[in-house]
C-alpha cells in the first residue's frame, strides 16, 4: 500500500476543509438562480479527494466513480471477511474513504440527486460495517444512517427508515454504555493533530448527530402513526436541544408549548404543566421585548417585537387550553347524567385523589424532564404556580380558572380584535369556556347566574359587531354560544323563583327578557343558515344540521316557557312553540337522514306536536268561556 | 458542465425512485431533459389546507366540486413516443402503470380528458370553464363567496386552464367577461354591481402585490404585504390595491400588467413562478334598489371571488417547502428548525375532541383563504395531470391529494351544550300533559264547559270500560269454570257446611267473597230449588247454609228458589244487607247482586240462567256493576251505604280494585266479546239520556256536538298513547283506574238523580287537578 506523504496529506485535508466550509456557510450565499453553486463546488473537490485516496489505497485501486454500486456490492461479498479493529490502519482508510462517502452522499441528496446520494451513503455503510465500533468510526456510524434514514423516508419507504434510524439508536445506546468517551468528529480525519477538537466539542457534535437521530425517529413514528413515541421522540428532542443549549429560545418555547397541547388533548396534564412551565422559562430567553418607541425608530426592532410578542401570546393561550382543558375534564368526572356536579362521585374522588398522590409522585420520576443547569429551577417554581390535578371543588376550579384568566388577558393584549379579528374571538370564547366550566362548581344559582353574564357581556358585543359575511362560522358560533347563555340562566332564575314563596313581577319580567334573549339568538343563528334569498334551506348541510335542529327544538320550548297570565297571549306562545315543534317532524319526515342526528330531540318533539293541540285547545276553550 | 448539473437535477425531482435510475443509464440524453428543467421545480403548499378541516363529506350539494384534467403529450414527449398512462371514462380516471396489471382508479365530480382534440370526449377550455368555473358564477350572483383552485404539477397544464392563450381562453378572462356580462342582465332588475379587482403573489410565504406600479423600482426587495382582520371588514392585505373596474378590457389590462410583473420578478429567480401561487381576487358588490312606500330601500350583497392558481405540486418531499403540510407526506424535516410543524402535526393527529391551540401558523394563503373556503362559499378544485408514464408518481399524488380535496373546506363547527336537562324537562311536561288529557277535560269553572267535559269523558271513559266489561265477564267465566275444578279432597270437610263443589249450571248460587283475592270466589253455595236456611253453624244443623261469626244470627235468613226467582228473607234482627242496602223485607235477588251477612259474609249471588237469557235493558245498571262483583266492591257498597263516606277506606278499597283490575286485563285481555254489542247498546243509550239531560238543562246541544267530535279524535289519540309499557305506564295505568272508579260514582250517583252528590265530586276533582298544576309550568 502506497501511502501518502504528510505534505499531500495536507492538501487532502485543506480540500476537505475547504468543502466543508463550501457546503456549509458559502452555500448559504448562493444565488436563488443558482441555489446549490457551493454544493457542486465542494462535490468536486471530495471527488478529488476521494480518487486520491482510491489511489493511495492499495487494493482498492479500482475505479470509485460511477460505478460505485458495483464496487460496492464486489465489497459485500468479501464482508464476512474481516472484523477488524477500526484503529487499525486498514481501519482508518476505509474510515477515510468512508468520510468522503458519507460526504458525497450528502451532497448528492442535499442537490436533490437522490439515487446517487443513497449509492454514496451505503457506501460508506457498507465500508464502515465491516469495522468494529470505535472511539473514533462511531459518529460516523450514526451519521451515514441518519442520512439514509431520511433519504428513504423521502421515498416514502418509511420501514426502510425506521430501520436504519433504529440501528443508529441502538449504536448509540451501546457505545455510551461500553465506552461513552467523547466520540471523534468524522471532519477529525482529516484534520491535523493540532487541530483536532476539543472533548467538549466532540461531546457537543456527537449529542447533536443522535439528538437528530431522534428526531428523524419522532417523524418516522408520526408517519407510521404511533403517535405516543413520536411524542416521546419530540419530548425528548426538545430536551435535548435544552440540555445542550442547541436552541433557539423563542422557537424552543412555542415548541414546547405546542407539545403541551398534544398532552392536553391525551390528559396528561403533569406532562402538559411542564411542556408549558418550560415554555414560559425558556421564551424569556430570548430577549427583552422591544418598546413600543424602539420599534418605530428601526423595522427589525419593530418585527422582533411582533414576534415576541406573539409568541408569548401563543403561549399564553397554550396556557388558557391547559386551564380549560383541566378544569372540563374534571367537570366531566364529576357530572351526573343532567350535567350537575354529583356529590357523591365527588366524595369518591377525593377519596382515590388521597391514595393516588403517592403513585404521581413515582410517575414524575419517570417523565422527561426539561432543563438545564440555569432554567430547572425556574421550571419548577412555574408549575408550582398551578395546579396538575383535577379540581375537585369550586376552590380549587378557581384557582385554576384564575391563572386561565390572566393568561387571557395576556393573550388579549397582542391579539387585539381589529387586526386580529378570528385569534381575539377565540381568546374570549375560551374565557367565556372558562367561566361556564367554573360555574360547573358553583352551587349558588345566583352567582352562577352572574358568571353566566358574565359570559354574556363578552360575547354578545363581538357577536353584534362582527361581520358574518367574513366570519359567517366564528358568527354562528358566537349566536349558539350567546342563545345557551342566555337560556342557562333563564333556567337558573326560575330555579331560584321556584324557592321562593310568590314571584314578583320583576323577576317575571327578567325571566322573560332572558327567554326571549335566547330565542333571539337562536333565531340569528337559524337565519345565518339561510340562503341569500332569505330562505331556509330545503336540506341543510351536514356540519350544520344538528345545531339548527337542536336551535329549532329549543326555541320551541323557550316559548313554552314564557311567562304570562294573558290567555290570549298565551295561546300564542304555546303555538309558536307548537310551530316550531313540527318544523323538527316535518323536517326530519322530510329528510329521512337528519333522524339518526336528532334522535331524542325528534322524539320529543313529535310527542309535543302531538300533545300541544289539545292544550292550545283547552286554552281557547277556557277564553272562549271567559268572554 | 455547471449547467448540465442544473438538469440533471431538474430531472431527478421531477421523478423519482426507479425512474431517475432508469435515466442514470441514459445520461447521454440529458440534452432531452432541457425541457423538464424549464419546468420543474415548485413549491406546494395546499397541503396546508387540508389542516383548516377534516373528514367533510362530498355529494351532490357539496360546497365543493373536484376535477381532474389530462392534458395532451407535449412535443417533447411525442418526440420520446413516451407512453400515455392514464385514461378516463366517465367521472373517473384510471393510471396504469407500465409494466403492471395494477391499476389505480379514482373517481371526481369530472374527468375532463383533454389529450386529444380529435377525440369525441374531448374536453375543451370551454367546457371546463362551463362544467366547473360558471356554476361559480352563478352562485356570485346569489351572493356567495367563490373559490376556484388549480393545482398540479409544473406543466401539466395548469396556467393553460387558468389563464389559457389567446382563443384558448382560459378560465379566468372567461370568468371576468361573463361578470360582466352578467352584471350588465342584473341592471335591468335595478341591481348595480361594482366589480373590484386585485391580484396578488404568494412566494416564499410573503404576499406581493402585483398591480403596484414600480414607483419603487429602486427598492430590491418589494414589501412583503400583511394580512389583517379587521372584524367589520373581514380579512384584508394592508396596503393591497384593488381596482373598480368597468369591463372586460379593464380586467384584461391589469391582468397583463400583473401577469408582466409576475414575469419580471421571475425572471433570473429559479422557476419562482412555479413557485408561488397567484390570486386573482374579485369583489362583486349588488346594489338592489327597492320602492316600497315611497320609500327607497337599498340592499347590498358582497361577494369574494379567488381565483387561484397554485404553486407546482411537485417536490412535495423538499423540506424548504415553506407551509407545506401535505397530508400523506411521508418525507423527514432533516431540520431542528422544522421541529414546531412535526409537534403541530403531532398535536393535531390526536382523536381527541378537545380542541387545543396549535401556535403554527397556516401558511399564508390558507389563512387568507379561510372564510372563503368555508360557510358561504361555493369551491371547486381542478386537478391537472400528465398523461405520460415519465410523470406517473407526480400524477398519482396530484390524484391522491385531489381525493382529499374535500376536506380541505373549513368547518368550524357549532357546538351545543348537552340537551340532558331539556329533555327532562319536556319528558315530565309530556307526562303531565298526558295525564292531563286522560283525566277528565277542562280546568274551568263555568258550569257550562265543566259538564260538557263531564259528558265528553264520561263517553271516552264508556268505551275503555266496554273492553274492560267484556274482560271482566270473561273473568268471571273463567271463574266459574276454576270452581268446577275446585279439589275435591276438600269437599268432604265442606260438604258439612252446604258447601257445593258440583256445580250444576242452572243452579244459582252463592259465592263467597274475601278480603284476600285467593280466598274469593272459594265456597260456592247452591241455591236449590225451594228453601235454603242460612244461619249459625252448629252440629247436626239442618240449614242449607251455615255460617260462622259473632253477627250470624242462629237463623239468619232464607232463600227461597221458585223456579229460578230467588227471593231472600231475612230473619228479624239478622243484619243483611244486598247491595249494600241493609234489608229488612224480602228481597229478590238477580244475578250479580252482593249478599251481605253479618257484616262479614259477604256474597255475590250468581244466577247462571238469568246470565244466559240476557238481561233486559232495564237491568243495564246492575250489569254495569257486576265486573265489580267482588269483595272490595260489596264492602265499598257497604260502607258506603251505612256511613256516608270513610275515605281511607275506599282508598284501600280502590287501590286493591286497581290490582285486580290489572289481573284482569292481563288475564283475559283477547278472550270472548260476545256481551259487548249489547253492553255497547246500553251504554250508549244511557249516554243519550245524560246528554239529553244536560242538553235540556243547559239548551247548548250545538257546542256539545261539536266539541264530543273532538273528543272522539283525542280519544283515539291518547289510546294510542297508552301502547307503550313501561314503569311509568303501570302508575299511569292504576290513575286511570282511580279516574275511572270516579266516573262509575259519579255515574251511579247521576241514574240516581242526585246532581248536587255530582258536583260535590267535580269539586273535588278540580282542587286536585289545580294542585296538579301548581306543580308545573302548566298553567
Known amino acids: 500500500m502506497a501511502s501518502l506523504t504528510s505534505s499531500e496529506w495536507r492538501v487532502l485535508c485543506e480540500k476537505y476543509q475547504r468543502s466543508v466550509t463550501l457546503s456549509e456557510i458559502e452555500s448559504k450565499k448562493d444565488p436563488e438562480n443558482d441555489p446549490f453553486r457551493s454544493k457542486y463546488n465542494a462535490r468536486e473537490l471530495l471527488k478529488q479527494i476521494k480518487s486520491s485516496l482510491g489511489q493511495y489505497a492499495g487494493e482498492n485501486e479500482t475505479e470509485q466513480g460511477e460505478n460505485g454500486q458495483q464496487q460496492a456490492e464486489k465489497e459485500l461479498q468479501v464482508e464476512q471477511q474481516i472484523a477488524t479493529g477500526g484503529d487499525s490502519p486498514a481501519g482508518l482508510s476505509a474510515a477515510r474513504l468512508g468520510v468522503i462517502e458519507y460526504q458525497l452522499g450528502v451532497n448528492h441528496t442535499e442537490t436533490e440527486e437522490l439515487s446517487a446520494g443513497e449509492e454514496h451513503l451505503m457506501n460508506c455503510i457498507r465500508l464502515m460495517d465491516k469495522y468494529e465500533v470505535t472511539q473514533e468510526n462511531i459518529s460516523l456510524f450514526i451519521q451515514s444512517r441518519n442520512q439514509i434514514g431520511v433519504l428513504w423516508a423521502g421515498r416514502g419507504e418509511i420501514e426502510t427508515a425506521q430501520g436504519f434510524l433504529e440501528s443508529a439508536e441502538a449504536l448509540y445506546n451501546r457505545y455510551m454504555k461500553e465506552d461513552g468517551k467523547p466520540p471523534m468528529d468524522p471532519n477529525e480525519y482529516f484534520m491535523a493533530e493540532e487541530d483536532k477538537l476539543t472533548e467538549q466539542d466532540r461531546t457537543k457534535r456527537f449529542e447533536k448527530a443522535y439528538t437528530y437521530t431522534l428526531y428523524y425517529l419522532a417523524q418516522v413514528y408520526k408517519n407510521l402513526e404511533q403517535n405516543d413515541k413520536a411524542g416521546l421522540y419530540c419530548h425528548t428532542t426538545l430536551q435535548r436541544q435544552l440540555e445542550f443549549n442547541n436552541f433557539a429560545p423563542l422557537e424552543w418555547a412555542v415548541n414546547a408549548a405546542t407539545l403541551s397541547q398534544y398532552y392536553i388533548t391525551k390528559s396528561c396534564y403533569m406532562e402538559g404543566r411542564h411542556c408549558l412551565a418550560a415554555a414560559s422559562v425558556v421564551v424569556g430567553l430570548a430577549g427583552e421585548v422591544p418598546s413600543v418607541a424602539a420599534a418605530k425608530e428601526s423595522e427589525t426592532e419593530s418585527e422582533k417585537r411582533e414576534k415576541l410578542c406573539q409568541r408569548k401570546a401563543e403561549i399564553a393561550r397554550c396556557w388558557i387550553k391547559y386551564c380549560l382543558n383541566l378544569i372540563n375534564d374534571a367537570k366531566k368526572m364529576l357530572e351526573d347524567n343532567i350535567g350537575e356536579l354529583d356529590a357523591d362521585r365527588q366524595a369518591e374522588m377525593k377519596v382515590r385523589r388521597r391514595q393516588e398522590e403517592e403513585e404521581k409522585e413515582k410517575g414524575r420520576k419517570t417523565v422527561v424532564l426539561f432543563g438545564s443547569s440555569d432554567t430547572s429551577d425556574s421550571i419548577l417554581s412555574m408549575e408550582e404556580k398551578v395546579s396538575c390535578t383535577y379540581p375537585l371543588d369550586f376552590n380549587e376550579a378557581r384557582a385554576i380558572f384564575l391563572v386561565g384568566q390572566n393568561y387571557v388577558n395576556e393573550a388579549k393584549e397582542y391579539f387585539q380584535i381589529d387586526g386580529h379579528a378570528t385569534d381575539h374571538i377565540e381568546v374570549v370564547q375560551d374565557h367565556s369556556a372558562l367561566f361556564k366550566a367554573l360555574a360547573f362548581f358553583e352551587d349558588d344559582y345566583e352567582r352562577c347566574c352572574k358568571m353566566h353574564k358574565r359570559r354574556i357581556d363578552m360575547l354578545e358585543p363581538i357577536c353584534k359587531d362582527l361581520n358574518p359575511q367574513y366570519y359567517l362560522l366564528i358568527s354562528r358560533q358566537l349566536q349558539f354560544e350567546v342563545a345557551e347563555t342566555y337560556y342557562e340562566m333563564m333556567d337558573l332564575k326560575i330555579a331560584v323563583a321556584d324557592k321562593q314563596e310568590e314571584l314578583e313581577a320583576h323577576t317575571i319580567r327578567k325571566i322573560n327578557h332572558l327567554t326571549m334573549s335566547s330565542i333571539k339568538y337562536y333565531e340569528l343563528f337559524l337565519d345565518s343558515l339561510k340562503t341569500p334569498d332569505k330562505k331556509f334551506p330545503d336540506k341543510l348541510e351536514e356540519d350544520v344540521l344538528r345545531p339548527a335542529i337542536v336551535a329549532k327544538f329549543r326555541i320551541a320550548r323557550l316559548y313554552s316557557r314564557i311567562i304570562t297570565a294573558d290567555s290570549n297571549k298565551q295561546i300564542e306562545n304555546i303555538s309558536q312553540s307548537l310551530e316550531y315543534y313540527r318544523f323538527v317532524v316535518d323536517y326530519c319526515t322530510r329528510n329521512q337522514d337528519a333522524k339518526k342526528a336528532v334522535e331524542t330531540e325528534l322524539e320529543l318533539s313529535e310527542e309535543m306536536a302531538s300533545l300541544l293541540p289539545l292544550r292550545l285547545e283547552r286554552l281557547r276553550a277556557k277564553l272562549t268561556s271567559v268572554n | ?779
Open chain 2, 1 to 779: 458542465m455547471k449547467k448540465d448539473r442544473l438538469e440533471v437535477l431538474g430531472y431527478e425531482t421531477a421523478t423519482t425512485g426507479f425512474l431517475s435510475v432508469a435515466y442514470k443509464k441514459d445520461s447521454s440524453t440529458s440534452e432531452d431533459f432541457l425541457e423538464v428543467d424549464q419546468e420543474h421545480q415548485a413549491r406546494f403548499s395546499l397541503g396546508a389546507l387540508s389542516n383548516l378541516a377534516k373528514g367533510r363529506q362530498g355529494g351532490e350539494d357539496s360546497a365543493v366540486t373536484v376535477a381532474i384534467r389530462v392534458r395532451p403529450l407535449n412535443s417533447r414527449e411525442q418526440k420520446m413516443k413516451a407512453k400515455t398512462v392514464v385514461s378516463v371514462s366517465g367521472q373517473e380516471t384510471t393510471v396504469h402503470p407500465p409494466h403492471s396489471q395494477q391499476k389505480f382508479s379514482f373517481s371526481f365530480d369530472f374527468s375532463f380528458w383533454s389529450c386529444d382534440a380529435q377525440d369525441g370526449c374531448y374536453a375543451s377550455q370551454e367546457t371546463v370553464y362551463e362544467s366547473l368555473a360558471r356554476p361559480l358564477l352563478d352562485k356570485v350572483f346569489q351572493g356567495y363567496n367563490a373559490c376556484l383552485f388549480a393545482y398540479g404539477q409544473t406543466g401539466s397544464g395548469k396556467s393553460y386552464t387558468m389563464m389559457g392563450y389567446n382563443e384558448d381562453a382560459g378560465i379566468i378572462p372567461r370568468f371576468c367577461e361573463e361578470i360582466f356580462l352578467k352584471a350588465a342582465e342584473v341592471k335591468e332588475d335595478n341591481v348595480t354591481c361594482h366589480i373590484e379587482m386585485s391580484y396578488f403573489e404568494v412566494y416564499n410565504e410573503k404576499l406581493h402585490d402585483l398591480l403596484t406600479s414600480d414607483k419603487e423600482k429602486n427598492k430590491t426587495k418589494k414589501t412583503a404585504l400583511r394580512i389583517r382582520e379587521h372584524p367589520e371588514l373581514g380579512p384584508y392585505v394592508a396596503g393591497l390595491s384593488a381596482y373598480v373596474v368597468g369591463s372586460f378590457a379593464d380586467v384584461q389590462a391589469w391582468l397583463e400588467l400583473g401577469n408582466k410583473q409576475r414575469a419580471t420578478a421571475a425572471t433570473g429567480m429559479n422557476d419562482k413562478s412555479s413557485r408561488s401561487h397567484s390570486v386573482f381576487a374579485m369583489v362583486a358588490t349588488q346594489t338592489k334598489r327597492e320602492t316600497s312606500d315611497g320609500e327607497s330601500l337599498t340592499h347590498t350583497m358582497r361577494s369574494h371571488v379567488n381565483l387561484v392558481d397554485l404553486a407546482g405540486s411537485e417536490r412535495s418531499s423538499s423540506a424548504q417547502t415553506s407551509g407545506m403540510r401535505l397530508k400523506e407526506g411521508a418525507s423527514i424535516n432533516r431540520s431542528l428548525m422544522t421541529l414546531g410543524k412535526v409537534i403541530s402535526a403531532l398535536s393535531e393527529a390526536t382523536q381527541s375532541k378537545k380542541k387545543p391551540f396549535i401556535p403554527y401558523r397556516d401558511s399564508l394563503l390558507t389563512w387568507l383563504l379561510k372564510e372563503s373556503l368555508g360557510g358561504n362559499s361555493k369551491t371547486a378544485m381542478l386537478a391537472t395531470v400528465s398523461p405520460a408514464a415519465v410523470n406517473l408518481e407526480e400524477t398519482l399524488s396530484t390524484l391522491r391529494y385531489a381525493k382529499q380535496a374535500r376536506s380541505i373546506i373549513n368547518v368550524a363547527k357549532v357546538n351545543e351544550d348537552s340537551n340532558t336537562r331539556i329533555i327532562r324537562e319536556l319528558k315530565a311536561e309530556i307526562e303531565k300533559l298526558r295525564a292531563f288529557q286522560r283525566c277528565s277535560q277542562g280546568t274551568d269553572l263555568m258550569k257550562f264547559d265543566s259538564s260538557l267535559h263531564e259528558i265528553l269523558s264520561l263517553k271516552q271513559k264508556l268505551l275503555e270500560q266496554e273492553k274492560k266489561l267484556t274482560e271482566a265477564q270473561q273473568e268471571w267465566k273463567e271463574n266459574l269454570a276454576r270452581a268446577e275444578q275446585c279439589k275435591l279432597e276438600e269437599a268432604r270437610e265442606l260438604q258439612k257446611a252446604s258447601v257445593s263443589f258440583k256445580v250444576d249450571n242452572r243452579l244459582p248460587n252463592l259465592v263467597n267473597l274475601n278480603e284476600d283475592p285467593q280466598l274469593s270466589e272459594m265456597l260456592l253455595y247452591i241455591i236449590k230449588e225451594g228453601q235454603t236456611k242460612v244461619g249459625r253453624h252448629m252440629v247436626d244443623s239442618e240449614y242449607g247454609i251455615q255460617l260462622t261469626g259473632a253477627l250470624i244470627a242462629d237463623s239468619h235468613c232464607l232463600i227461597t228458589n221458585e223456579q229460578g226467582t230467588v227471593t231472600l228473607t231475612p230473619a228479624a234482627d239478622a243484619e243483611t244487607y244486598v247491595n249494600g242496602d241493609l234489608v229488612s223485607e224480602p228481597v229478590t235477588l238477580h244475578h250479580g247482586d252482593r249478599v251481605i251477612l253479618g257484616r262479614d259474609h259477604y256474597f255475590r249471588f250468581n244466577h247462571p240462567v238469568e246470565v244466559q237469557n240476557g238481561r233486559r235493558a232495564s237491568e243495564g245498571p246492575v250489569a254495569c256493576k257486576e265486573m265489580l262483583q267482588d269483595f272490595e266492591f260489596a264492602k265499598n257498597e257497604l260502607v258506603e251505604s251505612q256511613k256516608q263516606r270513610i275515605e281511607a277506606e275506599i282508598e284501600e278499597a280502590r287501590l286493591q280494585a286497581q290490582q285486580e283490575m290489572m289481573q284482569e286485563l292481563q288475564t283475559a285481555r283477547d278472550l270472548a266479546q260476545r256481551e259487548l254489542s249489547a253492553q255497547r247498546c246500553l251504554y250508549e243509550e244511557q249516554i243519550r239520556e245524560l246528554q239529553r239531560e244536560m242538553e235540556d238543562e243547559l239548551s247548548m246541544k250545538q257546542e256539545l256536538l261539536s266539541k264530543e267530535m273532538e273528543q272522539k279524535r283525542h280519544k283515539h289519540l291518547g289510546k294510542l298513547l297508552l301502547t307503550e309499557p313501561s314503569a311509568q305506564e303501570l302508575e299511569e295505568s292504576q290513575l286511570r283506574h282511580h279516574r275511572f272508579m270516579e266516573a262509575l260514582q259519579l255515574e251511579k250517583e247521576k241514574l240516581a238523580q242526585e246532581m248536587a252528590q255530582v258536583q260535590q265530586a267535580r269539586l273535588s276533582r278540580e282542587e286536585e287537578r289545580k294542585s296538579a298544576a301548581r306543580q308545573g309550568t302548566v298553567p
